[in-house]
């Protein structure tokens, strides 16, 4: 087996696509969202697809010494790693491997080459999976294991209360605001990805007297989400999710504890609650408040 850079090429990005497919398919993801939910009957939704591939392709860009493949001579790609550091952040939004290569030692050797990119960060995170390998995995690597929380559901906008202020369209001109507010909850700008991210996702943001904040969603759930405050971020929680077209199924995923604001708003539109895995961390405490992303942390 050898480990190769990502390419940020559509050849690669279809490559990391397969792999995590298969690895979803089979049970085995470790990071990057729970495996039931990543190919509905009928496979990905094709917007799905295109973000999974814009995705690689952008982290292949920013971060090359974090994402790799991993090749076996026989049986081609079997895994595949994508992480990216920013501003002192480091994060690693997808582990997969293929269920032939499971326990063979490509996911260490993948999550290692990722660690290393990652060394001179002073905090982590990686939203894991339900599979019992992925807290195992994190643990392992020094990460403390929050329990996390997702909404899933038919939103009923009769139950939301009215906006308690302005929420507003984003565009290019507030990635100022945006880098700011991530500072301020995460510890690092996501940087870049507020390039990469306006590409695949309706942006919400707040911006008066009482702070800042935006949200990333589309018309089945929340993507991202940071303020400064809890009422702010329970007001564009609340705006996304009355803005989803009625009867649509979505999900608001990776809430930790002290995320209670958001289970508060998922509550009032019926949405329901489950478990979804970790929200793993090393030298930060849980971003708050604060949704992460599962293809950007």
Same mark, same amino acid.
Request: aromatic letters at 6%; proline letters at 7%; charged letters at 20%.
């Given at each position: 087996m050898i480990l190769r850079p990502?390419?940020?090429?559509e050849e690669d990005a279809e490559v990391v696509r397969e792999v995590t497919a298969a690895a979803f398919g089979a049970s085995h993801q470790l990071s990057g969202g729970d495996p039931a939910d990543a190919r509905p009957p009928g496979g990905a939704r094709p917007e799905v697809a295109a973000r999974e591939r814009g995705r690689t392709r952008h982290l292949a860009r920013t971060d090359p010494g974090?994402?790799?493949i991993a090749q076996d001579e026989a049986a081609g790609p079997v895994g595949a790693v994508l992480s990216s550091r920013r501003e002192g952040t480091w994060g690693m939004s997808l582990l997969?491997?293929?269920p032939g290569a499971q326990g063979k030692g490509v996911g260490k050797a993948l999550m290692a080459r990722a660690l290393v990119h990652g060394r001179a960060c002073l905090r982590g995170i990686i939203c894991a999976s339900r599979h019992p390998a992925a807290p195992r995995t994190y643990r392992r690597a020094g990460?403390?294991?929050?329990?996390?929380? @997702?909404l899933?559901? %038919? %939103?009923?906008?009769?139950?939301?209360?009215?906006l308690d202020g302005a929420v507003h369209e984003g565009t290019a001109r507030h990635r100022d605001l945006m880098d700011s507010v991530d500072r @301020?909850?995460?510890g690092g700008a996501h940087g870049p990805d507020h390039e990469e991210l306006p590409r695949h996702f309706r942006l919400f943001v707040v911006d008066d007297l009482?702070?800042?904040?935006?949200?990333?969603?589309?018309?089945?759930?929340?993507?991202?989400?940071?303020?400064?405050? @809890? @009422?702010?971020?329970t007001r564009l929680l609340t705006a996304a999710l009355v803005g989803i077209p009625p009867g649509r199924h979505v999900r608001v995923a990776g809430l930790t504890a002290e995320q209670e604001w958001a289970v508060d708003v998922g509550i009032a539109a019926g949405l329901d609650i489950?478990?979804?895995g970790y929200v793993c961390l090393r030298g930060m405490r849980p971003p708050n408040p604060y949704i992460p992303s599962q293809l950007f942390l």
């Open positions: 990502v390419r940020d090429d974090g994402c790799w997969a491997v293929a990460f403390t294991l929050h329990p996390a929380m @997702r899933t559901g %038919v %939103v009923d906008p009769a139950g939301l209360p009215p @301020r909850t995460r009482a702070g800042s904040g935006y949200c990333y969603a589309d018309d089945h759930g929340v993507e991202l989400l940071a303020a400064t405050s @809890r @009422r702010l971020a489950s478990n979804d």
